[in-house]
């Protein structure tokens, strides 16, 4: 079993900063992904970042420059620091842990965290 317990949503204005932390608990690997995606309402999930435990990251477009994955392996844990939020920020932010074990992919989410951007 594996828990993903995500913490540090909130609202903001415009322009501010909110950082998310998300901590894994349960059986993981070391070999595994951690990201943030995010759902505003009526709209898919989408990627927001990801970060591999040999610590490479990826950044959807709409957050390169203003947002910023990091995690701590030894914690389990993954942040996403937000700067410069906007409005259209504003959406529920959920983690993600991926592993891979023997050739297996397990998928886990956690419940989310409302992020609310006021203009």
């Known amino acids: 079993q594996v828990q993903l317990v995500e913490s540090g949503g909130g609202l903001v204005q415009a322009g501010g900063s909110l950082r998310l932390s998300c901590a894994a608990s349960?059986?993981?690997?070391?070999?595994?992904?951690m990201g943030w995606y995010r759902q505003a309402p009526g709209k898919q999930r989408d990627l927001v970042a990801t970060i591999t435990s040999g610590g490479r990251t990826n950044y959807a477009d709409f957050v390169k420059g203003r947002f910023t994955i990091s995690r701590e392996t030894a914690k389990n844990t993954v942040y996403l620091q937000m700067n410069s939020l906007k409005p259209e920020d504003t959406a529920v932010y959920y983690c993600?842990?991926?592993?891979?074990?023997?050739?297996?992919?397990?998928?886990?989410w956690g419940q989310g965290t409302q992020v609310t951007v006021s203009s």
């Open positions: 349960g059986r993981i690997f070391s070999d595994n992904t």
């Open positions: 993600k842990l991926v592993q891979r074990v023997t050739n297996v992919m397990y998928n886990n």
